[in-house]
């Protein structure tokens, strides 16, 4: 069973660069045909998806959102990590990974991270 | 981007009533729909996935249908447990999208 884990930093001032990084158990970020995501909630917008990544470091982001994000994985930790530059108040949210197969034949969240920026 | 336009938003049921909630997308997205349950402080937890098939561990009260562009999350004999948010998602176009959410509460 795939377990995420993705402790925040809480706090952040507008401008700051919000980093995330969400530990992967039960399962390898490097596995074939696995996906690896980043989503947001808020009670305003609902769900937002941030970005994806494959084993095969094929990575997607959300246009809303492209300039100011990267997402990236470390083999070696087992873990994958999100950064968001410049954050305003808009992206106060919680944030949670996910990761499971391409086909969605298994799919996993992390508990989430609530961060807020004042 | 695809929109997903869930329906009802919220609606109040009993224990054991049958309950029904609609995602109509804006265009085809050839049954590549999630379907969600979120209770107040959690993560989403995936129920359905391909529109119609169960993730493991799921109550089998629990069912998705639909193709194309409407799809429908079923709940059997709706149980104390079951009230909280659903959400649908597609994963078949980036960006990925989410229905805005039905929430099923107790009458």
């Known amino acids: 069973q795939l377990l995420l884990q993705e402790p925040g930093p809480g706090l952040l001032k507008p401008s700051e660069t919000l980093s995330l990084t969400c530990a992967v158990s039960?399962?390898?970020?490097?596995?074939?045909?696995?996906?690896w995501a980043w989503f947001r909630q808020t009670p305003g917008k609902g769900l937002e998806w941030i970005g994806s990544?494959?084993?095969?470091?094929?990575?997607y982001y959300n246009p809303s959102l492209k300039s100011r994000v990267n997402i990236y994985a470390d083999l070696s930790k087992n873990q994958f990590s999100l950064n968001l530059t410049a954050v305003t108040a808009a992206d106060t949210a919680t944030y949670y990974c996910?990761?499971?197969?391409?086909?969605?034949?298994?799919?996993?969240w992390g508990q989430g991270a609530r961060v807020t920026v004042s | 981007d695809v929109q997903l336009t869930q329906s009802p938003s919220s609606l109040s049921a009993s224990v054991g009533d049958r309950v029904t909630i609609s995602c109509r997308a804006s265009?085809?997205?050839?049954?590549?729909v999630a379907w969600f349950q979120q209770k107040p402080g959690k993560a989403p937890k995936s129920l359905i996935y391909?529109?119609?098939s169960l993730q493991s561990g799921v109550p089998s009260r629990f069912s998705g249908s639909g193709s194309g562009t409407d799809f429908t999350l079923t709940i059997d004999s709706l149980q104390p447990e079951d009230f909280a948010t659903y959400y649908c998602?597609?994963?078949?176009?980036?960006?990925?999208?989410f229905g805005g959410g039905t929430q099923v509460e107790i009458k």
């Open positions: 996910d990761g499971g197969t391409g086909p969605r034949t298994v799919m996993s």
């Open positions: 039960g399962g390898s970020v490097g596995t074939t045909n696995y996906y």
């Open positions: 990544f494959y084993y095969n470091g094929i990575v």
């Open positions: 265009q085809d997205i050839n049954n590549y």
């Open positions: 391909a529109a119609s």
């Open positions: 998602q597609q994963y078949n176009t980036y960006p990925l999208t």
